[in-house]
């Protein structure tokens, strides 16, 4: 079993940063792609940036500019910096990795539990 662990939410004010982390652990046999996503109240869940195992990025163009991927492919955890961060940022975000148990098996979505982001002054 797969599990996806997130860190670093919290609360900051319009124009500040932060630094969201996660890390997957247990047994894993391959990671593909892994990225951000967001719901905030009322609204559907959507990408904010994705990497694959190359990386190679993509973004939300509401984040374009602001926000930034990274990928540690050792030790199977991305980050993402956020700055200058304004309050329709306001959500919670989860981390997702594409994985595969095998050669043999369809691979498979895995999130992590979500964390909290409040802009707000």
């Known amino acids: 079993q797969v599990q996806l662990v997130e860190s670093g939410g919290g609360l900051v004010q319009p124009g500040g940063s932060l630094r969201l982390s996660c890390a997957a652990s247990?047994?894993?046999?391959?990671?593909?792609?892994m990225g951000w996503y967001r719901q905030a109240p009322g609204k559907q869940r959507e990408l904010v940036a994705s990497?694959?195992?190359?990386?190679?990025?993509n973004y939300a163009d509401s984040v374009k500019g602001r926000f930034t991927i990274s990928r540690d492919n050792a030790k199977n955890a991305i980050d993402l910096r956020m700055n200058s961060l304004k309050p329709e940022d306001t959500a919670v975000y989860y981390c997702?990795?594409?994985?595969?148990?095998?050669?043999?098996?369809?691979?498979?979505?895995?999130w992590g539990q979500g964390t909290q982001v409040t802009v707000s002054s």
């Open positions: 997702k990795a594409i994985l595969a148990d095998s050669d043999y098996e369809p691979s498979y979505d895995q």
């Open positions: 247990g047994s894993i046999f391959a990671i593909y792609g």
């Open positions: 990497i694959t195992t190359a990386g190679s990025t």
